[in-house]
């Protein structure tokens, strides 16, 4: 099944975005980062459209796709301020919670059917995430009294929600995914703009400073890799939102790595019981 490769792929490629939005958040303002790194993810659709390599749509699919960024864009807030102010190993853990939305989401509103092995995969890896979360507690992330960790688990449902309009826009709708990863991605570059000019740009003196680092385009590129391979993965019309979800959030297992090794974070063996249970579900989940 091409899907799952192209999920694979795009979880590998996932968690190097991860890395590196950690990299450019250290001591950095998380709006201008945040923006700037869309702006580069953004840059090479803008050349595909200039060159006649989008197809053209009607307005009423652009409102659509703006929903979609919209949503995505509000996610995105989120899960920064987040990522900056927690440890990258309690972070990817927690957002990789997204596909217990997405696949209560997909039984419910697609009627997504899962085989038995997945089925168990699917659960094996959701208790290893529960893991995680004991991990996180023992750091004294307190997940109910704690603002930076409900920030990430709301990121996590707002993003199952974009998982499921994806669906509807690709599937059911039938857009192409090359037109809707254009101009949501350029919706998002135009929305964030604004919220940057509204809330940063006048307090900027009263906040955490912005400083440059290669990291932030490398951001928006690989993100735009990463989502063209998941939305081909989606088109395939055998394709299972509620399995995809979960294999593209075995990029927590590099984001694990970096954790461990480039950001010397503690606490780490409990955690990387949880990683061998992640892994465990996701071979049963791609192999059954």
């Known amino acids: 099944m091409l899907w799952i490769s192209f999920g694979i792929f795009s979880a590998l490629l996932l968690g190097v975005y991860d890395v590196c939005r950690k990299a450019a958040l250290q001591n950095n303002a998380v709006l201008p980062v945040l923006w700037l790194s869309t702006v580069a993810s953004a840059c090479p659709f803008v050349v595909l459209i200039a060159m006649g390599q989008v197809l053209q749509v009607e ?23 987040a990522l900056k102010n927690l440890e990258i190993s309690v972070v990817a ?28 995969g699917i659960l094996i890896a959701l208790v290893s995430y529960a893991f995680f979360s004991i991990a996180g507690r023992k750091r004294g992330e307190r997940f109910r009294v ?29 857009i192409d995914p090359l037109v809707v990863q254009s101009w949501y991605t350029i919706y998002i570059a135009v929305i964030l703009g604004v919220i940057l000019l509204l809330f940063w740009l006048p307090r900027r003196a009263a906040t955490t400073k912005f ?23 989606l088109r395939e019309p055998d394709a299972l939102i509620a ?46």
């Open 59 to 81: 307005a009423v699919l652009h409102v659509l796709i703006l929903i979609k960024a919209i949503i995505v864009a509000s996610s995105w807030v989120l899960e920064f301020f």
């Open 211 to 233: 400083s440059w680092r290669w990291s932030i385009p490398c951001i928006g590129l690989l993100l735009a890799a990463a989502d063209a391979l998941y939305f081909f993965a």
């Open 93 to 120: 853990p927690v957002r990789a919670s997204q596909p217990v939305f997405t696949l209560l989401g997909a039984v419910t509103l697609f009627g997504e059917r899962l085989t038995a092995g997945r089925w168990a």
């Open 243 to 288: 399995m995809l979800a979960m294999i593209r959030r075995a990029n927590v297992v590099i984001s694990f790595a970096a954790g461990a090794f480039l950001f010397r974070e503690q606490n780490i063996r409990p955690k990387a019981v949880a990683l061998g249970g992640i892994l465990a579900g996701v071979i049963l989940m791609t192999i059954l």
């Open 146 to 174: 704690n603002k930076w960790i409900v920030c990430a688990f709301g990121a996590a449902i707002i993003g199952a929600g974009s998982s499921l309009y994806d669906k509807l826009l690709l599937n059911r709708i039938g």
